[in-house]
């Protein structure tokens, strides 16, 4: 048995990737350490806590001492790292908390990983999970490949840009054998719904004002957070050492074209007259230092690991949807306390 580590597990693409590890790896103990900020939830892995192979640590990446002491302990050979700070609007606000876990947290792992298996990394592998918005913002062509500069915007994008860049100097300056992705904006069950997609089915539900960002022009890459996780598997398993890849849907979508298209699938789901939704869109102040638009070729991932989405947008988005209209105790439950002193402060 092999001793696993997944960090930020409770989140929203972590619960996904920890449930997969523990349904298809008998052979792994999985370790989930997630310190249960506002963004993680023990509901979203309810399923699997029970299982034998896998256990829940509750912790924070920034405490030094405690990731030493669970490296000590648990001898990880395998780390994937998830857990981060990971809201731009929330990273405008509150730059520090972002430099905190995303930079910190990411070193401290780095640390006890290198402290534990200096003399001897052969197997061992640290996977570091990071973003296209490293890259920046494109112009209306192109697209982002694994040797596009890195050009950070906002905080957010910048701590990840500097906890990617740790990853890879650990890897030059003491041979720490890593990967590392960068993926578009994933959707699916289990988003917390401050981000685009589960903030609209929410808002849409509940008749409340869609809040679009400027001209809703702005053109994001959208993946099935499922097929994320597929992905994070084989390049955890089969990505080369010292190698990045970058992750992506082959799936543009503007801003306000997404946001049309959720309308109306929520309407011919919830039975509302066509076009009802639609009328509840309101723009709004845009986002500080917005990029204009991200795409990602993921042709390297394709050809060397023979990796593709495997459903549609059209797909994804009714099992999201459905998932939501199924799970309306996990949104309540979400959306109550903290949550809507946060939406004032944000929209209002
Ligand atoms: N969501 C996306 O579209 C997307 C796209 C590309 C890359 N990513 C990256 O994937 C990773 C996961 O993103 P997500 O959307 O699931 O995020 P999320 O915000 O849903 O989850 C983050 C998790 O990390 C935990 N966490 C936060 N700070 C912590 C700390 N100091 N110590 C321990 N745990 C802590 C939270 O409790 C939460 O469970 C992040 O690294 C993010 O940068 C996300």
Not at 104 to 114: P, S
Not at 182 to 209: A, M, T, V
Not at 280 to 305: C, M, Q, W
Request: aromatic share 14%; hydrophobic share 35%; net charge negative.
């Amino acid at each position: 048995m092999k001793n696993i580590l997944i960090t930020g597990g409770a989140g929203f693409i972590g619960s996904h990737v920890v449930r997969r590890f523990v349904k298809n790896y008998p052979n792994y103990n999985i370790y989930n350490l997630d310190a249960l900020t506002y963004a993680g939830n023990l509901e979203n892995i309810k399923d699997i806590q029970n299982e034998s192979n896998y256990t829940f640590l509750k912790g924070d990446i920034v405490d030094e001492t405690y990731i030493n002491e669970i490296f000590e302990k648990y001898q990880f050979e395998g780390v994937l790292h998830l857990a981060a700070e990971s809201h731009v609007d929330r990273s405008i606000t509150d730059p520090l908390a972002f430099v905190k876990t995303n930079i910190i947290g990411t070193v401290n792992l780095l640390n006890a990983f290198k402290k534990i298996w200096k003399d001897n990394f052969d197997g061992k592998r640290f996977y570091h999970i990071s973003t296209d918005e490293v890259y920046g913002s494109l112009g209306e062509t192109g697209l982002f490949t694994e040797t596009t500069s890195y050009d950070p915007n906002s905080p957010y994008s910048a701590s990840k840009a500097s906890s990617d860049h740790f990853v890879r100097a650990y890897g030059e300056t003491y041979g720490l054998p890593y990967v590392l992705t960068n993926c578009s904006n994933n959707y699916g069950p289990f988003h917390f719904p401050e981000k685009l997609i589960p903030l609209f089915i929410n808002n849409i539900i509940n008749k409340k004002p869609l809040p679009v960002y400027g001209d809703g022009n702005y053109t994001r890459d959208w993946l099935f957070v499922k097929d994320h996780a597929v992905a994070i598997d084989l390049v955890f398993h089969q990505g080369k050492n010292h190698e990045t890849y970058n992750i992506g849907g082959f799936n543009e979508w503007k801003n306000i074209d997404l946001v049309r298209l959720l309308c109306q699938k929520m309407d011919e789901k919830l039975g509302r007259k066509e076009g009802e939704s639609e009328q509840l869109i309101t723009f709004v102040k845009d986002r500080p230092g917005h990029d204009l638009r991200y795409a990602i070729d993921a042709s390297k991932i394709n050809k060397e690991l023979g990796w593709m989405p495997s459903v549609t947008f059209e797909e994804g988005l009714q099992e999201t949807i459905n998932w939501y209209l199924d799970n309306t105790e996990w949104l309540n439950n979400v959306t109550s306390g903290e949550y809507s002193k946060y939406y004032e402060k944000q929209y209002q």
